[in-house]
């Protein structure tokens, strides 16, 4: 059975999208069979997974036009079969507005992938930093959700923001939950992080995830050159905080 996990929180800057791309990676690393959705016009995970420059159809195709089937690209850093991503552009940007006036459009996303779904044992969709019809489509086509956050203060809001929405995302589709908090970019030197860190732990227990992503140059270095932790020099602490996670996922599931 596919699990489907929305990666999503209303704040940007939080790791959205080097959360899906690392963990999708650390997956196929594991030997599951991934699929990544690039949900946000930015296109930032098209492009830090190498495929900017080698797009002809994205996701924003898919969701106009039922008849047409999800493009999908093969990446060719990991084991065959094992990962593979539905590129975005900016011209996803205007689907949001195009889609408002058609009926069904709270649903696109989630009716293109039921076909898809004996094919992967993940599906991960990463979404733009705002509830608006996007997010809102990778929420119904999903059966869990992640939520990457910085341990700031001012992230807290975001996150309660997002619980908030999920809770009414469940008329539309009953089977969603929370898998878990991510702490994102987590600095233990920081007094201000410890403390939320731990206060995050004391609200949402065991819905926060065990394993912590430590802020890491190494991180941003990778996604800017197009490849995952996997395959960027130097990154091999980060894979390790990442498989750690992928892991983690797995035994939630």
Partial sequence: MTTTIAVANQKGGVGKTTTTANLGAS???LGQRVLLIDLDPQGNLT?????????EHTVAQALMDRNFPMPILESENHQPGNLAVVPASVSLATVEAALMTKLGRELRLRDQLLPLANGYDFILIDTPPSLGLLTINALVAANRVVI???ARFFSLQGLQLLEESINEILFLNPQLKV???????FDRRLREERTVAAYLRERWGDTVFSTEIGTNSKILEAGSAGESVFCYGGAEKAAVGYLQLAQEVIHRV
């Fill in 27 to 29: 997956l196929a690393e």
């Fill in 47 to 55: 492009a830090a997974l190498g495929f900017t420059g080698r797009v």
């Fill in 148 to 150: 990457p956050t910085e």
């Fill in 179 to 185: 898998l878990g908090i991510l702490l994102s970019k």
